[in-house]
């Protein structure tokens, strides 16, 4: 602590300590501009009016005058004039909002994307442009051989895990948080990619490389946990409204290291794949990357067997419109075509044969054409409703690439198997329309979840059967397997126009990390300054215990829904009617259509199968107060959505299906190390 400036942290509100007259410097909150500085002109009992004056790339705006009440000023430090200097918010002479984020906003304007919230702690914001410098061999030189003095990069971090690694022994984890579109993938890539360029032989690291780990073995381990990114990302990332590479699953990348601290291995845990996503998107929004890649990129023999098309002919993807990556400019970001090759160079990185690349883009086409099975509602005298196939050409196409009887998959695509008490064998139930195109989807999510996990299972699988990791004994192996730095990137906190199951587990993920933080950050670094006998100022901060608590407590949301899942006749709107009852008068939760946000009070007119309307019904949805805002959500389908299960007619294809990948996919049971639900 001896270099730091002491501080004196403030919230907005504390005005007592202000000094209020006119002619006054103050920062001021504005609904329009953010946080902007001026001088007070004008002061009534509550309120005061405020004359922006000049600040660097806010020149626009000198002369303006806004009227704010009291209660959203705070002081101006002239101490912190040239805060864009400032490498490290811990640094600012007084420690509040407007003083952060004007110390951010210069710096961004600079093309200083880094800075400093302490020691372990670095804020990045995404540039959305290329700023070449920053990531150079020169810059990894820099930050590889001085992280003392010099600039806040994330480079610097990955560094001083390196180094709390090899100097304390001691497992390291990075977390990349943030809302979606922040840049976490893209900052979690830089983490690998710079500790997999700064630890093999020639780096000159600590004890970097020897005979027993020699430098052709420790680049093939780097190379392959780079190159297995495409793949990564072509099955599990996608366009959202708010980001055109939108990470829909999270993971968590474990590299190891050799006793001589170089990289030896590496293990991917995955968690939460969005599988909804693969049958249905929201309007402004795309499938998965690899459908789209498959689209362009397979040609030749296969492309005609597999009877591929362009996106606008399959259901699953043009519900939305969006079959492109654009940029701002409107031109296409990426070549599909040349996407898919760098998908098919990562799957042999990987050491998935060519037969097994066949057989994935095999699966994939099988998904999208019983994504094009229509089924209608029919009458039957006997039985009553019931369902058929209207399109058979489709529903055979689909069966061929599936390698199963079209009868046995239209039958148990309209039928389901019901088990029924005093019977020894379950009894097929006929289906409507809408409920065979549910199971459809439903039977295509679980085909795609399975995959994306074998895939994972594939990559973990060369990462740890490296050469490096050959040369270990079992003892060595195990103790190498518990030397890592570990990279979490998982989604951001999320809310939409249309917000369901999918959103409540990212946001609960999202409030435990938040908690973490704060249990990591304050609580703890307050326990150590009171335990040395240092006096500071008390942090103000805002504790989210209340909604973890809300969220995972034994009366919790998530075991409520988990009761409700148990009731045989249990339904969604049960399960809400128990949620308002059970927390009454929670200060974290209230009915649908009661939220004090302006956006999802006024709510937008659409179609809501859509997704573009929110839902305004108490009978419909809730509203939880996240740390990070107020967010409602539609209970329809929670119930399901959470049992994650498919009907055993369902299963049935999977289990007749002669597919050889298909079949190994289903064989799998968490090989990846992970939690692949969600």
């Known amino acids: 602590m001896s270099g730091r400036r002491t501080h004196t942290p403030l919230v907005a509100g504390e005005t007592p300590k202000m000094n209020l007259h006119e002619g006054s410097l103050v920062w001021a909150a504005s609904e329009d501009l953010g946080w902007v500085k001026g001088k007070v002109t004008r002061m009534e009992p509550d309120v005061v009016e405020v004359e922006l004056v000049h600040r660097k790339h806010a020149e626009k705006d000198v002369g303006k005058r806004i009227t704010v009440g009291k ?17 490290d918010v811990l640094d600012l002479q007084v420690l509040h909002d407007a003083a952060v984020y004007e110390t951010l906003r210069l710096r961004y304007f600079d093309d200083k994307i880094y800075t400093q919230a302490g020691p372990t702690s670095l804020i990045s914001i995404n540039p959305y442009k290329q700023i070449i410098p920053l990531y150079t061999q020169r810059a990894i030189n820099l930050y590889k051989d001085n992280t003392l003095d010099a600039a806040p990069h994330v480079f610097k971090m990955a560094q001083g895990a390196y180094n709390n690694l090899t100097d304390n022994n001691v497992c390291q984890s990075i977390l990349c948080s943030g809302e979606s579109g922040a840049g976490k993938t893209e900052v979690a890539k830089l983490v690998v990619q710079y500790l997999a360029a700064t630890t093999s032989k020639d780096a000159g690291l600590k004890g970097g490389g020897t005979k027993v780990n020699p430098l052709f073995q420790t680049r093939q381990v780097q190379n392959q946990i780079i190159e297995s990114n495409p793949l990564l990302e072509a099955f599990g990332n996608a366009k959202t409204v708010r980001n055109e590479n939108s990470s829909r699953f999270g993971k968590f990348i474990q590299i190891l290291f050799a006793p001589d601290h170089t990289i030896c291995g590496g293990r991917v845990r995955h968690y939460l ?14 499938n998965y990357h690899v459908f789209y890649q498959m689209c362009a990129g397979v040609q030749g023999e296969l492309r005609t067997r597999l009877h591929l098309d362009k996106p606008t002919a399959f259901h699953y993807l043009n519900q939305s419109g969006v079959y492109e990556l654009l940029d701002t400019d409107n031109q296409p970001m990426c070549d599909e075509v040349v996407e898919w090759q760098r998908v098919s160079q990562s799957m042999t990185q990987m050491r998935i044969t060519a037969q097994q690349q066949e057989e994935v883009w095999e699966l994939l086409a099988a998904i999208l054409h019983l994504g094009n099975i229509e089924i209608e509602t029919v009458e039957n005298k006997q039985v009553g409703e019931g369902s058929q196939v209207k399109n058979e050409a489709v529903l055979e196409l689909a069966a061929s690439l599936l390698k199963c009887p079209a009868s046995l998959v239209s039958e148990n695509l309209t039928h389901s198997l019901v088990k029924v008490t005093g019977e020894s064998n379950p009894i097929k139930v006929p289906q409507s329309g809408e409920q065979s195109e549910s199971g459809r989807d439903a039977l295509c999510k679980v085909m795609y979840e399975k995959l994306f996990a074998w895939l994972v299972g ?12 050959a040369n270990f004994s079992e003892d060595e192996r195990r103790r190498v397997e518990a030397h890592f730095i570990g990279v979490l990137d998982i989604f951001g906190f999320e809310v939409f126009e249309y917000n369901s199951f999918e959103q409540l587990c990212i946001n609960y993920a999202n409030e435990c990390l938040q908690q973490q933080f704060i249990n990591q950050m304050l609580h703890a670094m307050m326990a150590q300054y009171e335990k040395e006998g240092v006096r500071v100022d008390a942090i103000p901060f805002e504790d989210n215990s209340p909604c973890v608590d809300l969220l995972e407590s034994k009366m919790g949301v998530l075991k409520l829904l988990d009761d409700e899942c148990n009731f045989p006749k249990g339904s969604d709107e049960d399960f809400l009617q128990k949620l308002m009852g059970t927390h009454k008068g929670h200060s974290h939760l209230k009915a649908g ?15 809501k199968n859509a997704g573009s309307v929110r839902v305004q019904s108490s009978k419909e949805a809730f509203v939880i107060t996240h740390f990070a805002g107020e967010v409602e959500y539609s209970i329809a389908n929670f119930l399901e959505k959470n049992r994650d299960t498919i009907n055993e007619s369902l299963k049935t294809i999977l289990k007749q299906s002669t597919h050889p990948l298909l079949a190994l996919c289903m064989a799998e049971k968490g090989d990846d190390g992970g939690a692949g639900e969600g």
């Open 71 to 87: 209660d959203n000023l705070l002081p101006v430090s002239e101490l912190d004039d040239d805060v864009g200097a400032i490498g």
């Open 273 to 286: 794949l969005e599988k909804a996503r693969v049958v249905s998107q929201h309007l402004g929004e795309r």
């Open 458 to 469: 594939c990559i973990n699988t060369c990462l740890s059967s490296s050469d490096a990791m």
């Open 593 to 607: 259509g009661t939220s004090s946000d302006p956006h999802l009070k006024e709510g937008l007119v659409g179609n």
